[in-house]
């Protein structure tokens, strides 16, 4: 379906989201009951799951129920499949992710329509205007380069592995919008920054699929004069957008999620955990208490926006790149890239926890390094953690990006025989 059917099938569904956005507790309650029935209930039906949950099929019986894993999803998939015949045309999307585990995702048309229209109503929060030019990107790891009009709206993806090919049409074609990964509008900033180029027609940039931090949202009020507007969304679902006040709201129509420990128990607000979510739109292939392998800060409270939609807190990503401390907590990366950050030599820059205090930064400039400055990012690490640090400083001419098209800023290399996938509940307790 192109891009103008799948707007017209979802447009019912989104005029729907404009109003439950502004839904009492109450409301929002009976109708996630609601759908989480209906999903328990389409999952009940699929061999997989009743073997998964050996027999706990009822509602009131969920926060009980077994987290479904990533290496469960090939198993789920093959179940679904064999309820329908083999030529059975299906609507599916696969993802990889940083995880490197392939998995694929099976979907009806609830699924798809609820999607689309919750990423509208992110996109006309923001005022966007199909009407505008908008570029859509992506990095493609095919051979050749292409951009793909829309017929009827002037928006545009950009498919390339070709990312300076890429940046010099997108000045040529001079958007009012821009949809793109935070790592290649890193990129972007800095192939901008190094011709003196501007996109004077740009009014916002929506990012998805990486953390944005506030070095990034600094960086382009600086080079671009706009705002970054972020979402929260994944193959398995569209979980959650920033609204203009900059809360991140839960699409809590689409998807029901759950921050919770180590043993998959909720934790209170503040505190960093896991994310699962429960898909309420697919009756195909439900999702149920589903890790995305991803981490996140618990929230609650009201948005200045008026949005009762449930509130998530900060986004870390994927536990890869969160880095571990010699104790064994877990703490967020970027607690050591201000001094790179504020390093004018570096343009882009990628940081591997070796150990719990050996690190490799890689990074792109326009010479090596000079002792002096090495040092001063050391003392930085040092005094960001406390303890003498070791730093392996490497120059490259660019980086890898995952077979998804992603730039992983942070990556933690680090284990040990007690530092595993199993950690203690005490390792989310962030710095």
């Known amino acids: 379906m192109s891009a103008v059917g799948r707007a017209l099938d979802a447009a019912p569904r989104y005029l729907q989201l404009l109003r439950s956005q502004y839904w009492r507790p109450d409301q929002l309650r009976a109708y996630t009951e609601r759908q989480l029935a209906r999903s328990l209930a389409a999952a009940a039906r699929i061999p997989f799951y009743q073997r998964h949950w050996r027999g706990s099929l009822k509602p009131e019986d969920f926060a009980g129920l077994p987290i479904l894993e990533r290496t469960d999803i090939s198993a789920l998939n093959r179940s679904v499949r064999a ?114 180029l501007q996109l004077p027609s740009l009014r916002l940039v929506f990012t998805v699929g990486e953390t944005v931090d506030d070095a990034l949202r600094e960086r382009v009020r600086r ?64 999702l149920v208490r589903y890790d995305l392998c991803d981490y996140a800060i618990a929230s609650e409270g009201a948005c200045r926006c008026g949005r009762t939609l449930p509130l998530i807190g ?18 967020f990366p970027y607690i050591l890239t201000d001094t790179l950050r504020l390093t004018p030599e570096i343009k882009q820059y990628q940081v591997v926890q070796l150990s719990a205090a050996a690190f490799r930064i890689a990074y792109v400039a326009a010479g090596v390094l000079n002792s002096e400055t090495q040092s001063r990012i050391r003392e930085g690490f040092e005094a960001a953690l406390g303890t003498p640090v070791e730093i392996r400083f490497e120059r490259v001419p660019e980086f890898a990006r995952t077979r998804s098209g992603k730039f992983l800023k942070a990556i933690s290399e680090f284990t040990t025989e007690n530092a595993s996938d199993r950690e203690s509940e005490t390792e989310y307790r962030m710095h």
Request: one cysteine or more.
């Open 223 to 286: 080079t671009l004069g706009v705002e970054i507007a972020d979402n929260y969304g994944a193959t398995e679902g569209f979980i959650a957008w920033q609204c203009p006040q900059g809360s991140y709201h839960i699409n809590a129509e689409h998807v029901l999620v759950e921050i919770v420990d180590a043993a998959g128990r909720q934790i209170a607000p503040g505190e960093t955990g896991r994310v699962l979510i429960t898909t309420l739109e697919n009756y195909l292939m439900p």
């Open 83 to 196: 309820m329908y015949p083999a030529r059975h045309p299906f609507l599916w999307g696969a993802s990889s992710g940083v995880t490197a585990i392939e998995a694929e995702f099976l979907f009806d048309r609830s699924r798809v329509r609820g999607r689309y229209a919750a990423r509208i109503r992110f996109l006309r929060a923001h005022g966007w205007n199909p009407l505008r030019r908008t570029i859509f990107h992506q990095v493609s790891h095919r051979t050749d380069s292409d951009w793909v009009n829309h017929r009827i709206l002037p928006g545009m993806t950009a498919v390339s592995r070709d990312l300076a090919g890429q940046f010099e049409r997108m000045v040529e074609l001079d958007p009012f919008y821009l949809y793109m990964y935070p790592s290649n509008l890193e990129a972007l900033l800095l192939f901008l920054e190094d011709r003196s």
């Open 314 to 331: 900060r986004i870390a990503g994927r536990k890869r790149i969160l880095f571990r401390a010699a104790d064994g907590r877990l703490y």
